[in-house]
């Protein structure tokens, strides 16, 4: 236990002051878990393993010292922010917490057309990941390998103490394999706690439904995969191929299904939880912060994390805080010691949510917002009432007979916003629109199609990032599975 709290104490030291976390330290804390959990079954406390978290008087101190250091570093050694800062007339010094609101934004646009423009010039580059690209063109991030090595043993943390994974584990990953960074740190981070991984990336739901349900026997692992990290989308694709096929909970032997990367709405959730007799538990991260993203609590809340960097909702226009209830974006800085290759200083990133205070849940201590409701470009504007994604998503998806993954795309008439959904059993329509318009959503109607290739336009998502295997066996592609 002694090794344990010094690793702590370094790991709180390196916060304070800015210098190289050690990944041993990180491995001791998982070793650590690992030996209580086998003598006592389980650990206890998680606040003995995740620290207590500051109050916002607390944390200003350390936080003025990290983005002292992360705006010198990046006016000094990276291309974009010695031109952003000079365009702005400000010098690093200017810039502390409290005149923030004079440094102007980063656009993600900006960091997707150059990014190496962003890179500290002092450090050695390792890996350059790159985001899906399903809102927008792909956005490329640099990462050193201590980075990559830091956010394997922080996910190893994580797994222990948010998920409960044990060395007779499996994990089945269904992400894009486009999403190597993560997807590496994960592997990594498995082995770190002596579990099984398999990365069977976004295959036809047939073949990963098979995995999912198929026996395994390796000598100390459970038969089937218990635990699953997908997106959204591509879970409900599962979920409607698994009802078209017969399945049901026994099939299965998952108990958490890891979800992030796009809206999940309780529909989703609860349908879901239904067909795989498991948990499902929404995350929340980007490429651009990792290894920083938030905490989704038992009350819906999402939480932002303020040890990996200083997070900011500001209003739609980038120019000022966002008051608590009202519409905002995400703001991002990520500081040492998480982030030492790209750096980025207030990065818009587009995703919307609404400030909330006074909360009174298992995270109350942390800063809180709203789910994520959806990107800026996609908010839609009737009758002065904005309508989010989340807000249509969440009247589609609650409908039992919903398709999945929903595909809807919303269009201005004359009589008003209409929306277009993909759905093929008869009510469908006729119970969304009521439904939207007991959440007071502004729609004069909505208008079914069977066939994707009859409505508007829609937005991709992440389960249209298929990958085809000549050896897959299933049926022909569809427009949509039941």
Known sequence: ???????????????????????????????S??????????????????GRALDQDARRPIDERRLRRVMRAAYDNTVFYRQHLD????????????????????????????????????????????????????????????????????????????????????????????AVFGIHCVLNATAMVGATANSVGLVAPEVA??????????????????????????????????????????????????????????????RAERLFGATVVETYGMTEIS????????????????????????????????????????TFTPVHPYRETTLLLRLFSGDVVRPLTGLDC??????????????????????????????ILEVVEDDPDAVLPSRFATVETSDGLVLHLLADRDGVAERTHERALAAGLPLAGVVAHTELATMPATQPVRADLRELRFADTAAPRTEFAR
């Open 1 to 31: 236990m002694l090794g344990t709290a010094l690793a702590q104490l370094r790991h709180g030291l390196s916060l304070v002051f800015g210098s190289r976390v050690r990944i041993a330290d990180f491995e001791r804390i998982v070793a």
């Open 33 to 50: 878990i690992l030996a209580t959990r086998a003598e006592f079954g389980g650990i206890g406390d998680l606040a003995a393993f995740r």
């Open 87 to 178: 365009r702005a007339g400000l010098r690093p010094e200017d810039i502390t917490l409290s005149t923030m609101d004079t440094l102007p934004v980063t656009p993600k646009e900006a960091l997707r057309d150059l990014p190496e423009a962003f890179v500290d010039q002092r450090v050695r580059p390792w890996y350059r990941a790159e985001t899906t690209g399903t809102t927008g063109a792909p956005t490329a991030v640099w990462f050193s390998r201590y980075e990559a090595d830091l956010f394997s043993a922080m996910t190893a943390v994580s797994l222990l103490i948010d998920f409960d994974l044990g060395t007779d584990d499996v994990v089945q990953l269904n992400l894009s394999s486009r």
């Open 209 to 270: 439904l098979a995995r999912l349900s198929g026996s395994a026997p390796l000598a100390g692992r459970r038969p089937r995969p218990t635990l699953l990290s997908t997106y959204p989308s591509y879970l409900g694709l599962l979920v409607s191929t698994a009802e078209r096929l017969g399945h049901d909970a026994g099939d299965f032997g998952l108990r958490t299904i890891m979800c992030g990367g796009e809206i999940l709405t309780d529909g989703l959730r609860r």
């Open 291 to 330: 290894p920083g993203g938030a905490q989704v609590c038992a009350a819906r809340h999402l939480h932002l994390n303020p040890e990996q960097g200083i997070t900011e909702v500001l209003d739609r226009t980038g120019t000022r805080p966002a008051e608590p209830g009202e519409l905002g974006v995400l």
């Open 362 to 391: 298992d995270l109350a201590a942390l800063p809180a917002t709203t789910r994520v409701l959806g990107k800026l470009q996609h908010l839609r504007e009737i009758e002065g009432r904005v309508v989010t994604p989340r807000e």
